[in-house]
């Protein structure tokens, strides 16, 4: 098992550590071979590389065998290297003038215009600003409500009310459609019970009024008694009387209808005609608040989320909008330049201010860590390089182990 969780580096160290024994057996029995002696030399130069290395890496992180001066650096100098790793990541790979470099040599208008030429984004663009629309809608029906209160209310609304009420009495539908609204209720109302009641009460009052002395009453007593006098039958003929007149109002080639529609005409005319009432009619207009509610509530009852046709149309301008925005992008350079340059207002003030964050954020994680997490961090990083260069360590030292070693052999031979 413990073979399984060494790596590579330890491995070339260990195979190091068994060549120089070998190297050395070999030397004891070839004390006077030159190649047993290159061996061992190589050996020697291979085992010292790599230690050394090992030493160096491990030193990095954590104290080799409990050597305690200088090393475990990175532990050691953690504020140093996380304070510096912040300042590299804002100035060098992050800095103002990359960051801004970069949001400003993006096309965003031509990018927003390439998309918007597929129909499918157009129609999600379209649904977005119809949801957007629909969460902000309050507001906006507040607006409109207002400003439609503000318009009716108006005296000039009012002026435009009483021309256009002027021209139509000129042709007489004016007086016809009230004498045509006002007949079938007041039908209606005469032919309630009600109204039969109300009559026979005002027979009752009159008839108590009429008869205030002795000799009267006496007289009406008995003109009851003998059912010369029936206040009941004659509220259900002056009612039956009220219909028929109300039939005959109707009719507009009868006598009576034609009377009844003239006089309303000329009242009507009379009064619009009136300065005074003309005057009258824009100050109540333009002070009268009652309709207010009315128009408030209408206003505040759409639902352009529930209502389909309110929906419908709500998605019908999102879509004008939208394709009218489409069409700005692609066509007009001026607008194309305001769009990028607003955007890149935010993406660089939002890059600026990440900017600055990396630094805080870089030392906040680093400084949260322990120091075997900061190294396990670090070491996982960086495995590969460090393992090769112990593994190096070994080849070099053997490398220039036989390059010394061919060299003294060489001097040796000069000098001998």
Known sequence: MIWHNWNKADKT??????????TLCLHVQYPTNVFADCLLFCAEAALVGGIADWFAVTALFRKPLGFPYHTAI??????EFTEATGKMLQREFFSKKKLLGKARS???????SSWLTNENNVQVASRFLQKLCEKNMH????????????????????????DRIEKISETDNIGTTLVKELFPKAKAYASQDSFRDM????????????TNNPMVKMMAGFAEATDLINIAQAADIIQEQCIKLIDQLEKPDSEEGMTVLSSVNNTLKSFLNNEDFKKDFLSV?????????????????IDFSNDERAGSLLYCLSCCVVK????????????????NESIYQITGRGALQAQEMLGDVTRDVMGSLTDEQMNHLIYDKAEPDLLWIRMNGSIVGAVIGLCIFVASIIIEGKVC
């Open 285 to 301: 207009w333009s002070n009268s608040e009652r309709g207010n509610f009315y128009i408030r509530d209408a206003v505040m009852a």
């Open 324 to 339: 009218m925005f489409r069409e700005a992008l692609s066509g007009n350079q001026r607008i194309r330049h305001l769009f």
């Open 139 to 162: 507001g906006a029906k507040v607006n409109v409500a207002d400003g439609l209160i503000q318009g009716i209310n108006s005296e000039s609304f009012a002026k435009i009310l009483y």
């Open 74 to 79: 990175l532990p050691r100098r953690r504020k």
């Open 199 to 210: 009559i026979e009460e005002y027979l009752e009052r009159f008839k108590e009024e009429k």
């Open 13 to 22: 160290l260990l195979a190091a550590g068994v060549i120089f024994l070998f």
């Open 106 to 112: 993006i096309d965003y208008a031509g990018k927003l």
